[in-house]
């Protein structure tokens, strides 16, 4: 069935550190795909998303791209500051219907 | 703007109670959706609805009811409260469906003893 899997966590950085969070799907046809934020003590934030194969999604520093020959859309930002923080996940819409799956997030700490 | 609204913030209820969760937007959102957040779960979903009067069932809509009679509201029911339903509610609205992206409320904190 369709899914979404992203990698294991926490992850902790340093500020100013690079940051990779994988993610990878499985659905028929094509999905929209997004990254959505959870910042401590409030709900999801839509972060980025990319509706096609070779989108970018791009915000607030982080960059995504759909990958859709390895089924990727790995989130990365090139330098991470302490109010980063928070837990990420990556969410997918298969096809043709509007039910949104998400992964199972992933807490991201910065330590100044 | 408002958004998504989401009443009450945190509620304790005894096993067996009933109660409903609200949620409303003012977005003249079509699409509205319930997940529950549980620790190393995610977001799983509940319930969801395509427009007023339309609702159908998610991953996980066992002992919960919704029904849609406006556009505005989408509430969520609990039957008879069970431990297993300690969890944080967030309601999610939509305009053109997963696509378009969800705008969720701030979230319900329930626990069930």
């Known amino acids: 069935g369709d899914s979404v899997t992203q990698m294991e966590g926490p992850v902790t950085l340093s500020e100013e550190a690079f940051l990779t969070i994988n993610c990878t799907y499985t659905a028929t046809g094509y999905p929209s795909l997004f990254w959505y934020v959870q910042y401590p003590g409030e709900g999801l934030q839509l972060l980025l998303k990319a509706t096609k194969a070779d989108d970018k999604g791009s915000n607030k520093g982080f960059e995504a791209t759909y990958r859709k020959e390895t089924t990727s859309f790995h989130l990365e930002k090139g330098s991470v500051q302490v109010s980063d923080s928070a837990v990420y996940f990556c969410?997918?819409?298969?096809?043709?219907?509007?039910?949104?799956?998400f992964g199972k997030g992933i807490t991201l700490s910065v330590r100044p | 703007n408002a958004g998504v609204t989401q009443t009450p913030k945190f509620q304790v209820l005894k096993t067996g109670q009933s109660m409903t969760l609200q949620c409303a937007q003012d977005m003249n959102h079509e699409y509205m959706s319930w997940y529950r957040q549980d620790p190393g779960m995610g977001l799983r979903l509940i319930h969801y609805?395509?427009?007023?009067?339309?609702?159908d069932q998610g991953e996980v809509p066992n002992g919960y009811n919704v029904s849609r009679s406006t556009t505005e509201d989408f509430p969520l029911r609990l039957l008879s409260a069970a431990p297993s339903q300690t969890s944080v509610y967030f309601c999610a609205s939509s305009r053109g469906g997963g696509t378009a992206g969800y705008t969720f409320g701030s979230g319900t904190r329930l626990t069930v003893v």
């Open positions: 609805s395509v427009g007023a009067g339309i609702t």
């Open positions: 969410a997918h819409t298969p096809g043709a219907n509007s039910k949104l799956t």
